[in-house]
């Protein structure tokens, strides 16, 4: 009897799901002048945190944030398998609901992974204006902070970061791409880090590569992404002729 109990514990043990926790990732794209207007001096500093950021999230999550400075051309989805590993993530088939409906603002996704795995999103926008993504907020481990996406070559680690967008393209294919060109600057402390795709050509909009980590437990991790148009992106004054002045 005992060790049929026995076989029995390992049988469950094994087939249960048990090991499988739920995250849940929120993710919104606003204009940057919306974004800056919650802020209250000192929120601008890297890794800051305070009432008006806090302001900002409850905003978003009861809905009322003003809609029309929403950016709905550019939503979350998972990355595809390829896109997932070169980011040091495991793929995930999970469905995004996407922000915009009533008062739901955040693109909203949940999911079961493997604590010790990250798993990896993206945000690409389908237009090119406003495109530069200038500024994020996230939210894992601890409160709401602040930071500008800043590309770091002294070995300092940070949880937004910014590459050229070629480059990021050029080398996802290197076997050692998350472990010898990503882990060794992406500040993953949080949970959550955002690697930004910085379009240098001016004429497409930037990227946003979301990695979280799987804790543990159950957590909820959240990212504003903050947009503007380049200060070199203007469109002429015409009859209807597309034209870029480009102020260098």
């Known amino acids: 009897m005992v060790r049929r ?18 995250y849940r990732l929120q993710v919104v794209s606003v204009l940057d002048d919306a974004f800056r207007s919650f802020m209250k001096p000192g929120e601008a500093a890297d890794g800051a945190t305070g009432p008006g950021l806090q302001r900002l999230e409850a905003s978003l999550d009861s809905g009322d944030f003003p809609k029309a400075v929403l950016l709905y051309d550019r939503h979350l989805q998972a990355a595809s398998e390829s896109t997932a590993r070169a980011y040091g993530g495991v793929p995930v088939r999970a469905d995004v609901k996407q ?5 739901r603002h955040w693109d909203e996704v949940r999911w079961d992974g493997t604590p010790g795995e990250q798993s ?11 495109g530069e993504l200038f500024r994020v907020a996230l939210r894992g ?5 602040h930071w500008l996406p800043y590309a770091t070559s002294n070995g300092r680690k940070l949880p937004v970061v910014s590459f050229p967008s070629n480059y990021l393209w050029s080398r996802e294919d290197e076997a050692d791409f998350w472990s010898k060109r990503l882990a060794p600057v992406l500040d993953l402390g949080a949970g959550i880090a955002v690697i930004v795709g910085a379009n240098t050509g001016f004429l497409d909009a930037d990227q946003a590569y979301i990695v979280v980590t799987h804790g543990p437990e159950p957590a909820t991790y959240k990212a504003v992404l903050g947009w503007r148009d380049r200060h070199q992106d203007r469109e002429s004054p015409g009859d209807g002729f597309f034209r870029l002045n480009r102020r260098w």
Not at 10 to 20: G, M
């Open 5 to 22: 109990l026995l076989v029995a514990l390992v049988f469950v043990t094994i087939a249960s799901p048990a090991s499988a926790v739920e």
């Open 120 to 130: 990896v999103w993206v945000v690409v926008p389908r237009t090119r204006r406003s």
């Open 99 to 103: 922000g915009g409906e009533q008062k």
């Open 141 to 145: 481990a601890g409160p709401i902070r």
